[in-house]
Structure formats: C-alpha cells, structure tokens
C-alpha cells in the first residue's frame, strides 16, 4: 500500500513537470506565432526572406550553404530569446531550469516554428541542387548497382536483415523523411540502426560487431530504401541539428549514414569491396565537424549575434531587448529603439553610477556594453531634456554617519545617505518609523542597525532595476529577513 501511494505520488510529480515543460515549450511557440511581439516579427521576418529565396530558386551554390543560413537563422533567433526579456517573463518562480534544458526546449519550440513551415520548401530546393548537380541521378544509378550486387561483393560477413526487419525499417525511414525536427530525425535513424544491428547478430549471436562489419549491411539496407530521400534527409540533419549537442551515438550512426550513402554514390563493382570510409568520407565528415564547432564557438561567445536591453523613458521601465551586429552603431541602435518604443524624438544614454552617460551616435553598441561592468549598467531611451527624470539612491560605501541624538524625522533624511533626500526616502523614513522601535531613536546602536536597512534598501532600489524577476525575489527576501531581525534584537 505504501508502494503504492509512493509511485502515486511520483507519478503525480513528474507528470506536473512535464505539463510544466511542454505548456512552457507551447508559449513560446505561441510567442514566435504572435505578429505582434518583437520576437514573433523576427521569427516571421525570417521566414519571409528565406520563403523568398525559395520562390525564386535557389540562389546557394551547395546545399551546404542553403542548409547553414537557415542553421544560422535559428541559432540567432535562439540566442535573442535566451537573453530576452520576453522569456524571463513566460518563466514561472517555482519553477527552476537549468540553463541546458531551457536552451532544449527554445530550439524544440524553434524548430515547430521555423522548420516545420520551411520543411517543404527546404526539401524541394535540396532536390533541385542535387538534380542540378548530377548527383542525385549518379545515386539512382549506382543504387540499381548496389542491387544487383551480392554480399559477399559488398563485403558483408555477417546476417542480412530479413524481411519482417526491413519493414520494420522501412516504416521508421519512412517517418525519419517526413518528420520536420532534426534531433527526432536522429533519434529515428538510431532506432533504425539498432534493428540493422540486432538483424547482423542472429547468425553470431554474444559477437560485438565493428564498424567495418556495419557498413556493408548499412548499404545493402539503403539500397533497397528510398536512397534519393534518405541522401536529403542525411543532409537536413547533418547541417539543422543543434551545434551545441555533444557529439554521440546519434552522431556516430549518422556519420556512418552518410558515409553509407557517399560509398553507394560512388560504388564500383569492378573494384574490390571496402569496408572502410573512403579518404573522402573521411574529409567531409571532419570539415562537417569543424562546422559544427565553429557555430558552437559563435553561439557560445555570442559572436553571431549580441543583444542590449534598452529601457525606456527611465531605468527598469518597459525594458525591450534589441539585436546588434558588431559593426552597429548607436545611431542605428536608436533608430531601432525609435521603432520599438515608437518615439522618434528620443535619445540614447547609458545609466551607470547613478549618472547618465551620453553616447556619440558613432560608437558602436557593443564596444559600449562591453566597456561597462555586467550588471551595473543600462542603456536608457529617454527625451532629451530628461536624462534622469528619476532619481535613484545607491548603496554608500562607507557606513552613514549618526543622526542627531532625537527622534528621525523625515526631514533629516539627507544625513542618511550620500545622494539628495526624494520622496520614495521620506516614505521609506515613513516606513521605518513605524516598524523599528521607538528607543532606537535615541541609542546609537539602534540608530546604526536601522541606517543598515536604509542602505540595504537603498541598495536593493537601486540594483533591483537591472535584475531579472527571480534574482529580484530572492534579494526581496533576504532584505525582509534583515528587517526581521533588526527588528527582533
């Protein structure tokens, strides 16, 4: 019984995760489909151009061209939401995510919204470069070949599926083809794969069978597979799976696909049978890796796209994050802001120890974000005759001297800190006031313990502003407990 009331429970917290992933991975689908956010325009700018491009033929010299644009696209599209304020804001408190599974849930939700809408367009352009090309008739050609060859000629030494195999495997290349997502793609082919390998143990079963063993039977099976999708598909996820996947099973088997079908495009029955991946192969396979490590370095280092958070009219107010190149210029950022804010009359600055900074509409964006320290800075989008239409206290240095020995008043309040009393300081004297005892007003301990809450709260309106909604919280938290214990000593 308790068993039972255990698995129960379990099952109820783990079914309340996943409910939680996929109504999350749905918002942000629903986002990216929303012609009214920021994000959605971009997802549907992105489109539209690549759409375009397909309308009017294809205009990459290699498919390898055609298919990294788009892997381009994607990544940039991934990496603004990543660091945008639109994400924070879908994110529920209670619930915490690393920064790996988040990363696997916006490219889950990015390759339904993209690439599920250009699968067809993306295939159809692939085929006329292969057409184009020749190679796609050089593989019909030596796919009848391969046929007409026998094992032995192929260098099999093992089993050979059966029929009731290649069903199997039929059906599963058959839903690899049509299915738009690349990781899903590949966790088809690895299931494929396994049933080829499973097929090659019945006549030696307990035998660890190599990768030589393998590719033979790898393309004794393509070739009796639709071999001119399977050379689309093998391209489609080589060149669209996510850069930042480590490279595994999945990557094994794949390359091993690859090589499977470049052997049959080039095969020779005269010559004698290899079980090995040409030179080539080889070749191709490292250059493919030397891409995929190069996009995870530009995704990593943010090299392919940065991205600022612009606030607008003051710090912490209406913030929007906004895509740069690194050869963006202030000026081009403003006009940017101008759209996005929808005021053509404001400027930029950038508010950093408590003054406004003017910019030189020359600099370049980055190289200003780059030069302030992170988390201390934020660009604001303001008119020009309010740079810093609202004051804000920051956490002084050094502890605030004593008050006069009497009751605080919300007139002494400049004595507290270092910067000019406002009106939010004399509602927080208010405050204070009222919570902290009466008797600190006249010992100097007390007077101390209660200027350590006013700079612990200078301090967290001052901060609070460029935090995100959870590091707010838990700051908010840790503030109030001070303020309990204050108050209990």
């Known amino acids: 019984m308790m068993l039972d009331r255990a698995r129960h429970r379990l099952s109820t917290v783990l079914t309340g995760l996943i409910s939680h992933d996929r109504r999350l991975t749905q918002r942000i689908v629903e986002l990216a489909r929303d012609p009214l956010s920021y994000f959605g325009s971009l997802v549907r700018q992105g489109k539209r151009k690549r759409t375009s491009h397909f309308h009017l033929g294809p205009n990459h010299s290699s498919s390898t061209e055609l298919l990294q644009e788009i892997r381009q696209m994607v990544t940039q599209l991934k990496s603004y939401l990543l660091q945008s304020t639109e994400l924070q804001s879908m994110l529920e408190p209670q619930h915490q995510y690393a920064p790996d599974k988040l990363e696997n849930m916006v490219e889950a939700a990015l390759c339904k919204s993209v690439l599920k809408p250009l699968r067809e367009p993306i295939y159809q352009s692939l085929e006329k470069l292969h057409r184009d090309d020749g190679s796609l008739k050089q593989l019909t050609d030596n796919q009848s070949t391969v046929l007409g060859s026998t094992t032995t000629a192929l260098g099999i030494s093992t089993a050979v599926p059966e029929a009731s195999a290649m069903e199997k495997i039929s059906i599963k290349m058959n839903k690899l083809h049509l299915d738009y997502s690349p990781q899903r793609k590949i966790d088809l082919l690895l299931k494929t794969c396994k049933i080829i390998y499973d097929s090659m143990s019945i006549s030696s079963p307990g035998r660890a069978h190599g990768a030589d063993d393998f590719l033979p039977v790898m393309m004794y099976v393509l070739a009796r597979s639709n071999l001119s999708n399977l050379q689309l598909d093998v391209e489609y996820m080589m060149e669209l799976m996510d850069p930042s996947l480590a490279l595994g099973e999945g990557s094994y088997y794949l390359t091993t696909t690859y090589g499977a079908v470049e052997h049959i495009k080039s095969f020779d029955q005269q010559r004698s049978a290899t079980r090995q991946l040409s030179r080539e192969v080889q070749d191709s396979i490292h250059r493919w890796e030397r891409r995929r490590t190069l996009n995870q370095e530009r995704m990593t280092q943010g090299t392919v796209r940065d991205f600022l958070t612009v606030c607008c009219p003051e ?3 209406n913030p929007k994050t906004l895509g740069v190149l690194p050869s963006t210029t202030v000026h081009q950022l403003a006009e940017q802001c101008a759209t996005r804010f929808e005021q053509d009359s404001y400027v930029l600055s950038v508010f950093m120890d408590d003054v406004h900074r ?119 938290n840790s503030y109030m407990q001070k303020l309990l214990v204050v108050n209990s000593s």
């Open 315 to 317: 710090v912490g107010s």
């Open 358 to 476: 003017p910019l030189d509409p020359t600099e370049l964006a980055v190289d200003v974000k780059n030069g302030c320290q992170p988390g201390t800075y934020c660009f604001v989008y303001h008119p020009r005759d309010q740079p810093n239409s609202h004051q804000r206290r920051s956490c002084p240095t050094d502890p605030p001297p004593a008050p006069p020995m009497q009751r605080f008043l919300p007139a002494e309040a400049e004595v507290i800190g270092t910067t000019e009393a406002g009106a939010e300081e004399e509602s927080l004297i208010d405050f204070l006031e009222e919570v902290l005892p009466a008797q600190w007003a006249s010992q100097s301990d007390g007077t101390v313990k209660r200027n350590i809450v006013v700079a612990d709260d200078a301090a967290f309106r001052q901060k609070s502003k460029l935090l995100t909604s959870m590091e707010r919280q838990k700051w908010l």
